[in-house]
Each structure stands twice: as structure tokens, then as C-alpha cells.
């Protein structure tokens, strides 16, 4: 059964982080007691909460100004296959407003995945907000069905956050080879001038040829030195898809 969670665990991670647009549920407040779900668009951030960029007069936003518990329903539709054997992952948890001290870092990442949002910062009703996990289903199919490990679904701090530009510039000017590697190891994709632009403690987004791809890792990074050590780990590992 460890194995199978183990298993579990890194497909929910691959296609949270592969995703960007998912159906968020609040409770109404106009509604008494019932879910009201919509659509929206999201980034994960450097740990696995959730930021979505909300105008205040949405009516998700209007319920969760008074009931902060939401579900955030991220899934993935298989076109040829049956539907309902496709893979979805369920968070529940709070979703609040940053505070002030957060708002410019998380802009900046949000712009990156998402670049059309730039231009809703000129709109003073728009504010960001973070899913704070407390819960994690996973569907990945019949039969592949559980509740997550919380742990790592909870917020966690990373203490390589004030180092990520320092790394990601690191890379692309000294290992570029390792990033195109992990590309065409992951994701059987050649490219040498893949450049990676963003980190997350289950690995890191590169682009290339302006489509975006998650490289996972194995085990999550909390500090500095995992990091490091990780993908150094990598770099060997994929040596023979170096191009």
C-alpha cells in the first residue's frame, strides 16, 4: 500500500503542477448550504497551496469573504479514452487573501505562468488568494483511489525561497545541458536552449519553444542543499539524454 500512495502521490503531484485551470467550489452565501462551483484559472506555488487571482464582485469570491472553506477540483480529460477513468485531484481547504508582504512576489510568479493576467492589475477589484491545503484526494483511474498524505499537502516553508532566482540563473548559465537532459528524459522532448524559470519543492518548470513543462523529482526539497543535492542526483541520472 506505501508503494501505491508513493505512486499516487507522484501522479497528483505531475498533474497539479501541469495544470493551470480547474473548478473551484464555495459555499454560497446567497444559497444557504449549498456548493457553488466555477471556473478558474490557478498557479501552485513553491510548496503545493494554490494562488488564483479573483475580482472581488465573482461570486466565489463574495462566498469565501464569509466561509473561507473550499474544494478545488484540478483534473485532466483523456480525449480517446473513457472519461470517467481520467485522472482528477481534490483539494480541500481555506482559501484566504495574501497578506500585503506577499502580494508582489506572488504577482510576478502568477504573470509568469499566466502573462495575460497583467493586465487585470490596473483593475482595483482583483486580489490574490491562497488555497491552504488541509486535505488531498486523488482519482487517478478505476481503482486508484486515496487520500493523500497530508504533510506535504499542508503549507510548508521553503528556505531556498530567497535563493531561487540565484539558482535558476546558476543553471541556465552553468547546466544548461542537465536542464535540456531532464527535458528529453521526462518528457521526451530536445531542445538545448530549454531554460528553466521557476522552482517548486517537487521540482521545476522550464520552457521550451513557449510551452511549459514540469520536471518532478523524486523527494521534496525544503532547503538549499537538497536542492543542490537533488539535482546533482539528476544531472547524473539522465547523463545518457544529454543532446
Known amino acids: 500500500m506505501k508503494e501505491k500512495l ?14 493551470k485551470e480547474a473548478v473551484l ?4 452565501e446567497k444559497f444557504k448550504g449549498y456548493p457553488f462551483g466555477s471556473f478558474v484559472t490557478f498557479i501552485s506555488g513553491q510548496d503545493r497551496s494554490i494562488i488564483i487571482y479573483a475580482s472581488d464582485i465573482a461570486q466565489h469570491t463574495i462566498n469565501l469573504k464569509k466561509n473561507s472553506k ?9 480525449e480517446e479514452n473513457d472519461k470517467q477513468d481520467s485522472a482528477r485531484l481534490t483539494l480541500l ?12 512576489s506572488n504577482q510576478e510568479r502568477f504573470v509568469k505562468f499566466l502573462p495575460e493576467s497583467k493586465k487585470y492589475s490596473s483593475m482595483h477589484d482583483f486580489n490574490f488568494y491562497r488555497l ?19 504533510n ?5 516553508g521553503t528556505k531556498w525561497s530567497n535563493n531561487e532566482e540565484s539558482i535558476i540563473d546558476h543553471m541556465n548559465n552553468d ?22 524559470f521557476a522552482l517548486t519543492i517537487d521540482g521545476y518548470y522550464l520552457r521550451s519553444e513557449d510551452k511549459i513543462y514540469f520536471i518532478a523529482f523524486d523527494e521534496i526539497c525544503i532547503n538549499a542543499k537538497e536542492y543542490k543535492d537533488t539535482l546533482v542526483n539528476q544531472a547524473k541520472e539522465y ?3 544529454e543532446i
Not at 152 to 156: A, G, Q, V
Not at 177 to 189: E, P, R, T
Open 6 to 19: 508513493r505512486e499516487y502521490e507522484s501522479e497528483a503531484i505531475q498533474l497539479l503542477r501541469s495544470s
Open 70 to 78: 473550499s474544494c478545488l477540483t484540478v483534473f485532466k480529460l483523456e
Open 93 to 104: 481547504g481555506d482559501l484566504v487573501k495574501l497578506p500585503d508582504d506577499e502580494v508582489k
Open 132 to 150: 491552504e491545503i488541509s486535505q488531498a484526494r486523488w482519482i487517478g483511474g478505476f481503482g486508484k483511489i486515496a487520500w493523500l498524505k497530508n
Open 239 to 241: 547523463r545518457s539524454f
Open 25 to 28: 467550489s464555495t459555499i454560497s
Open 175 to 196: 547546466h544548461s545541458k542537465n536542464i535540456s537532459a531532464s527535458l528529453n528524459a521526462q518528457h521526451g522532448i530536445k531542445d538545448k536552449n530549454a531554460k528553466m
Open 152 to 156: 506535504n499537502w499542508r503549507p510548508i
